[in-house]
């Protein structure tokens, strides 16, 4: 889909009174030119780093080539290649492509006054499961933010096959790289629009919460970063020959070798058909070929929970957290929660490794749950929440600064027809960025959504980039959980604790 770029630029210095009015803003690479309009200003599109294509394909992160003239920073930079989000869960999740090949761009909002600062700054790293997602999505608009006094940066970087394919002769995780990048930029620039490069916090959802994870895991983290929010992100990488997985199976795909002479051959918008057509029919919980960050001596030395586990960055804050009810975005729209029986809860259970006793702990807590509704419980728990309150427990015992979450609110949208989307992946987005009004936010919340609930998120998230505190207890031998439930989002300690230790290894 096409987006609506948003206020226009004026043809001279002057808009009528009360409109948005051009202003420029001088960087290292030369001067951008975005809109002001209601105490904030908006720069779209700066390129970070130069175009990943011609040469520099399948290349680590190259310097940018500065300009002189002042560069139009009124609309969204070019998106990374990539295919609509498809089928039911298409419907709910939007795309949206810009033409381009300056892909590595960020888009930054900011107090109007950059004077007033130095401001805190947040920097969004946005998910997709490597393959989907954009910082010109609207539901990314950071004008909340910059209202509350931050300076929000979102992070363009590649997918897919250009950031994460694992070939003999290319350098892996380009994508984390051109993050890192990225987060070098904010050092480096972000004083000239008023931000304060001592206090930025990273923050990601999903593929992009598992990013941040990475990167805090970084030896070098405390360079770019002051705190980290982890939102829905799985902390594991992957070997580099189970990450390859797909590289091999789209060489094959495509007949060409899995190298970067043989990649490079295939256009941009030929490797995002094949990898749709390798990865046909999978998700991040029913499994099957996916991109995913991996382990490599240079960027990804350990897996980012084992070195986190082990007290890497434990001077940095970290807030992390999930839904209650991830699953029901893969399971609900596609209708396949009521086709799952026992005899697929068994054979999951087995795959998993999971025992016996733990599937009736999860079933004597939901008596009237169906197979599917156990199984997709599971999963969340074995995939994130489990891992989450291990990483939480570690940096506890080391007295370093740790806040849990839980998205609990249950959005009523498709309760007419395959079941209520519920607690579902990705549905907190709008509520953290106060904007769920968005297109996105309506498909996936409805029109109901309170702004009680996006009030709280949104102010805890600022707080906690601003003071390096959200509000509530630090997770301690108390197991202290925010439950942003949009009643009351009270703390509640330890909940579920028994279908946790069940799942604990």
Do not use: C
Not at 390 to 398: E, F, Y
């Amino acid at each position: 889909m096409s987006i609506d770029p948003g206020l226009e630029p004026a043809d001279d210095e002057t808009l009528p009174s009360g409109g948005p009015s051009p202003v420029t803003i001088e960087t290292g690479s030369g001067p951008v030119t975005g809109l002001r309009a209601g105490g904030v200003s908006r720069f779209l599109g700066i390129p970070y780093a130069a175009a990943p294509f011609g040469d520099d394909r399948f290349r680590l992160p190259q310097p940018v080539e500065p300009w002189d003239e002042p560069r139009d920073a009124t609309r969204p930079g070019a998106t990374a290649p990539q295919a609509p989000y498809a089928g039911a869960v298409g419907e709910l999740l939007s795309t949206v492509t810009v033409p381009g090949n300056e892909i590595l761009n960020v888009n930054v909002w900011a107090p109007a006054e950059p004077s007033a600062g130095p401001h805190p700054v947040m920097v969004w790293i946005h998910g997709g499961s490597f393959v989907h997602g954009s910082n010109a999505l609207d539901a990314y608009d950071g004008t909340a933010f910059a209202r509350d006094g931050v300076v929000l940066v979102s992070v363009n970087y590649r997918l897919g096959s250009e950031g994460f394919s694992v070939l003999d002769d290319v350098p892996l995780n380009l994508g984390i790289a051109d993050q890192l990048a990225a987060l070098t930029w904010v050092q480096d620039e972000i004083e000239h629009f008023g931000g304060d490069p001592d206090n930025v916090t990273v923050f990601g959802e999903s593929a992009g919460g598992s990013s941040v994870a990475t990167l805090l895991a970084h030896p070098d983290a405390a360079s770019v970063m002051a705190r980290a929010i982890v939102q829905s992100g799985p902390l594991e990488s992957q070997t580099a020959e189970r990450a390859g997985r797909i590289s091999k199976l789209m060489a094959k795909d495509l007949g060409v070798p899995a190298t970067r002479a043989g990649f490079r051959r295939i256009p941009p918008e030929g490797l995002v058909a094949s990898q749709e057509r390798v990865m046909a029919g999978g998700n991040p919980l029913s499994g099957g070929p996916g991109f995913a960050v991996a382990t490599d001596a240079k960027l990804v030395p350990q897996s980012p929970l084992d070195a986190l586990l082990a007290g890497r960055s434990a001077d940095i804050p970290l807030l992390i957290g999930s839904t209650t009810e991830e699953y029901r975005l893969w399971f609900v729209p596609t209708g396949l929660l009521p086709t799952i029986k026992r005899v697929h809860l068994l054979a999951a259970r087995l795959k998993l490794g999971i025992p016996a006793a733990s599937v009736r702990t999860f079933r004597r807590n939901r008596p009237k749950a169906s197979p599917g509704e156990i199984l997709g419980a599971m999963a969340t728990d074995v995939l994130l929440r489990v891992p989450l309150n291990r990483l939480a427990d570690a940096r506890s015992s080391t007295g370093a600064d740790t806040w849990v979450y839980e998205f609990a609110w249950r959005s009523q949208v498709g309760a007419d027809g395959h079941g209520a989307l519920g607690a579902a992946h990705a549905l907190e987005i709008g509520f953290v960025f106060d904007h769920p009004g968005s297109p996105e936010g309506l498909r996936m919340a409805g029109p109901d959504a309170p702004q009680s609930l996006a009030t709280a998120m949104h102010d805890a998230w600022v707080a906690f980039a601003t003071t390096g505190d959200p509000g509530w207890q630090r997770w301690d031998a108390t197991r202290p959980v925010r439950m942003f439930d949009g009643v009351d989002d009270a703390v509640v300690l330890a909940p579920r604790d028994d279908e946790r230790a069940a799942l604990t290894p």
